[in-house]
């Protein structure tokens, strides 16, 4: 427990620079971007005179310099205040609160779908590698990790939901339902069916390779060799001996994959029109919010550094050797 701890102390410590360098670096990119959120402002009510462009350019922290505006945006963060979203003129804490439930309800599911299904699969390929079983999963993880999720989340809508009308084309709940309790649930599970498979998908295909390849690696060590020689059951050195050790690099990934399954539910909200955290961020850039789009980055950043922080808890789990080393420090 103590060694624990210890562990996720020196991660935290260790991830604030990281999320300052974040900070810092989005903070001048969206500097050099052409035109701002008063300029979207302006032309989506028609246009303006100069006093009223000074004025809103004011009001909004703009006239100041990047460097006075970077300080006092770091000095909110540490209040826990991301500003104040000129698009939709609302705290920008509320609106991503507002969204940021939708993002994990598909997030969660699709990362906690493929995980578990790659690995299993993986296990199942890698406990006899170069038959027909394991030369059928590689050639049909292979072809899955070669679809596009956008183009895999339009067939499936096109299929299940235009033709078969078994799921619902878009959304994450039936509008002005009235559900509450189980009913709400289930609601919300059928209408994430399609888009959580088309994400989970992709990811499964990458899970199960990396296990397998994992698998084919401790097949060849000696401890290996010596439990068949024990006279141990296969089903026994593949559960216990293969796939335990075989798992380490899988919970590795699944931390480095954090990022992009974040990224690639940014697309999947768009085609299922999901209302999501990234379809916020989608919106944010239309609005040219900077403000906004900076607080998204910066939850998405943390978010990725708590995954993380989770899964080296894990490893640390599964090899002790780990952790015990990682707390020695």
Known sequence: MNSALRLIGRRAISSIPVLLIVVIGTFFLLELAPGDAVDAYLVSIGGGDAALTEQLRAQYGLDQSPLSRL?????????????WSVGFNRPISELILERLPNTFYLMGSATALSFVLGTALGIVSGARIGSLRDRLLSIGSLALYAVPSFWLGLVLSVVFAVQLRWF???GIETIASGKEGLDRVLDIARHLVL???ALAMIYLA????VMRAGMAEIWRQDF??????KGISRSRIVLRHVARNALLPVVTMLGLQAASILGGSVVIESVFAIPGFGRLAQEAVALRDAPLLMGIIVVSAL??????MLVDLVYAFLDPRVGASEASR
């Open 71 to 83: 300080w006092l945006y770091v000095t909110a963060l540490l209040r826990f205040d991301l500003g």
């Open 168 to 170: 619902p084309t878009s």
């Open 195 to 197: 888009p959580v498979s």
């Open 206 to 209: 990458l899970f199960l390779r």
């Open 224 to 229: 290996v060799r010596a439990a068949s020689a």
């Open 303 to 308: 978010l990725v550094i708590l995954v993380n």
